[in-house]
């Protein structure tokens, strides 16, 4: 059974940082694209970050370069999300997904919400 279990979410002011951790398992972790996706209070879904299967060049939403980075170890079939300078606009559920000819497992999701 494919699992992907984030962590690291919570309530932090503008200009702080967050690690959100997703523990992958069920499947050959290293085989897949992951990405990070969000969605905000009352929009939609937007992706945010993915990181291709061999940890090569990463790719942001340009709402989130230069502040966010996305890694991953295959060894320990971990993707993380490192947040930097939080915005009140970075608010949102981030889920954990796996691409695998679209976006095709997706985890529970962690909420972070940034307020002062």
């Known amino acids: 059974e494919v699992r992907l279990v984030e962590s690291g979410g919570g309530l932090v002011q503008p200009g702080g940082s967050l690690r959100l951790s997703c523990a992958a398992s069920?499947?050959?972790?290293?085989?897949?694209?992951m990405y990070w996706v969000r969605q905000a209070p009352g929009k939609g879904l937007e992706w945010v970050s993915y990181?291709?299967?061999?940890?090569?060049?990463?790719y942001y939403a340009n709402s989130v370069k230069g502040r966010f980075t996305i890694s991953r170890d295959n060894a320990k079939s971990m993707v993380y999300l490192q947040m930097n300078s939080l915005k009140p606009e970075d608010t949102a559920v981030y889920y954990c997904?796996?691409?695998?000819?679209?976006?095709?497992?997706w985890g529970k999701g962690t909420l972070v919400n940034i307020s002062s």
């Open positions: 069920g499947f050959t972790f290293s085989n897949y694209w």
């Open positions: 990181v291709t299967d061999s940890g090569g060049t990463p």
């Open positions: 997904v796996r691409h695998n000819r679209g976006l095709d497992y």
